[in-house]
C-alpha cells in the first residue's frame, strides 16, 4: 500500500483487544492515535525541559522558550508559510476559527454585508459566522452543491458579490471526504476584497499544505487529527492581516505596556497567546509533523485514498448499504446500512472491535441536505490495512443479518 506495515506497531495504543477481538480503529478523522516519538517527546518536555516561556532567564526557562518557539517555526514550515509571526498556537480549529470570527469578522462585517459558506461546514466552521452574521446584521449565503456533495466554482461565483466580506470553507468535507478547490475560491473571494478563511481540520493530517500558493487569508487545524496531543491547534493568518486584528483575549504576556487606564499590545503571534501558552502540546504537535514528514504526506494520503477505495468497492456489495460522497476523495467513507440507524451499527461494529464514528458528524446542515438524520463513517490513516478494511465489510455484514434475524 506504499507505507511500511512496521508503522503501526509505532502506535501502542493499536496493541489490543476490544470486546475479545482486535481493536480495528477507524476513526482517526474524529482524532486520530499517538505514535510513540510524539509520546516520549511530551514526555521528555515535562522531565527535562518544563518551564514558563518568554519571561525568564534560567536555563529551563530558555530550553523551554527554545522548544516551544521551535515548534512554532516547525509549523510554519510545514504549511510554507513566510513569517513565523503568522502562526498562533489555539487551543484547537474551533478555537482558531473563533479568533477569526471575534476579531476580524467582526471589524469587516457591516451590516448589509455577505458571509459565503457551504453545506459541507462543519460547526465550528458555521456558528461562528451565524453569529457574526446575527451581530452585524449581515447575510448569511450557502454555495449549493452537486448531487454527489462537491462544491463547484460556477457554484462559488453564483454566491460571491462585491457585498461578500468573508468567504469560510472546509477544505476536506469531515463528512463526505470532498476536496474542495481551495485556490480557485480564494481568487474570486479576493477580486471582491473578501478574506478566506479555510478550515484544514481534515487536510492538514493527510496531504502537503502551501498556504502561500492557496492564497487563503486564514487557515486552521488540529494536532490531535494529525497524530499531536489534543489540546493545541494552529491559526495561520496573513501578517499584515493578523498586526491589524484586535486580541480577543487579555492578560499576561501579550501586552506591551500596561497603564492604570489604557495599555498596548504586542504584534501578532503573542497578542493572540494571552497567558500561559500550551507549551507541551506545541512540542508534541512538532514531534508529530516531523514523524508525518518522515513517512510523507504524499505517502500517507496515496494510502489512504486506496484503503477508500478499496472499502467502497467492498460496501457496494452489500445490498441496501448507502454510501454518501463523490468518487473522488479523502480516506473515509460514510455511509448507512438500510434503516438500521447509525449509532446501532455503530455499536454492534463495537461489539466485533470496530471502531466507527456514528451521528450527525457535528454537521447537522449537512445531514439535512443529505436527508438523513446521521450517518455511520469509517476513517482510514496511515496505520490502517487492507485487512481492517476487509473486518469492516465482514462486521458489516453481520451487523445486517442481526438486524434482520437476530443472532
Not at 518551564?51 to 521551535?70: F, K, M, Q
Not at 446521521?374 to 476487509?390: G, H, I, K, P
Request: proline letters at 3%; glycine letters at 8%; aromatic letters at 8%.
Amino acid at each position: 500500500m506504499g507505507i511500511d506495515a512496521s508503522i503501526r506497531n509505532q502506535f501502542p495504543i493499536l496493541d489490543q483487544q476490544v470486546n475479545d477481538r482486535k481493536l480495528v480503529y477507524l476513526d482517526s478523522a474524529a482524532s486520530s492515535q499517538k505514535p510513540l516519538v510524539v509520546i516520549e517527546a511530551i514526555d521528555n518536555y515535562y522531565k527535562t525541559v518544563h518551564s514558563n516561556v518568554h519571561r525568564g532567564v534560567h536555563t529551563l526557562g530558555t530550553r523551554a522558550t527554545d522548544a516551544y518557539e521551535g515548534a512554532r517555526e516547525n509549523v510554519r514550515r510545514f504549511i510554507k508559510a513566510q513569517h513565523h509571526e503568522e502562526i498562533i498556537f489555539t487551543r484547537g480549529t474551533t478555537t482558531a476559527i473563533n479568533i477569526v470570527a471575534s476579531s476580524y469578522g467582526m471589524e469587516h462585517v457591516q451590516e448589509g454585508d455577505e458571509i459565503v459558506v457551504t453545506y459541507l461546514e462543519h460547526h465550528a466552521n458555521l456558528i461562528p459566522w451565524q453569529q457574526v452574521a446575527k451581530k452585524k446584521k449581515a447575510k448569511l449565503k450557502y454555495v449549493d452543491l452537486t448531487a454527489d456533495g462537491r462544491v463547484t466554482i460556477e457554484a462559488v461565483k453564483a454566491q460571491i458579490s462585491d457585498r461578500t466580506k468573508v468567504v469560510a470553507m472546509a477544505h476536506v468535507s469531515n463528512v463526505l471526504g470532498t476536496i474542495n478547490p481551495i485556490k480557485e475560491v480564494a481568487q474570486l473571494a479576493h477580486a471582491v476584497g473578501a478574506a478566506m478563511v479555510v478550515d484544514a481540520a481534515q487536510s492538514a493530517p493527510h496531504q502537503k499544505i502551501d498556504v502561500v500558493d492557496l492564497d487563503c487569508d486564514f487557515l486552521a487545524f488540529s494536532a490531535h487529527k494529525m497524530c499531536g496531543p489534543t489540546g493545541i491547534g494552529v491559526l495561520y493568518g496573513k501578517k499584515a492581516l493578523l498586526n491589524a486584528m484586535e486580541p480577543v483575549e487579555f492578560g499576561g504576556e501579550m501586552i506591551d505596556y500596561v497603564g492604570l487606564e489604557e495599555s498596548t499590545f504586542k504584534p501578532s503571534p503573542y497578542r493572540f497567546e494571552a497567558g500561559t501558552p500550551i507549551i507541551a502540546g506545541a512540542v508534541g504537535l512538532s514531534a508529530a509533523i516531523d514523524f508525518l514528514e518522515e513517512i510523507g504526506l504524499e505517502n500517507i494520503e496515496a494510502h489512504e485514498r486506496e484503503l477508500a477505495r478499496y472499502a467502497m468497492a467492498q460496501m457496494r456489495e452489500i445490498d441496501g448499504l448507502t454510501i454518501y460522497g463523490p468518487e473522488e476523495r479523502v480516506g473515509l467513507v460514510t455511509f448507512n446500512l438500510g434503516d438500521v440507524h447509525a449509532h446501532d451499527v455503530a455499536t454492534v461494529l463495537d461489539m466485533q472491535g470496530v471502531a466507527v464514528r456514528a451521528g450527525h458528524h457535528c454537521a447537522q446542515p449537512l445531514m439535512r441536505w443529505l436527508g438523513a438524520s446521521s450517518t455511520a463513517r469509517a476513517s482510514f490513516y496511515l496505520y490502517n490495512t487492507q485487512e481492517e478494511v476487509d473486518a469492516l465489510v465482514t462486521g458489516l455484514r453481520q451487523t445486517k443479518e442481526y438486524f434482520s434475524h437476530g443472532f
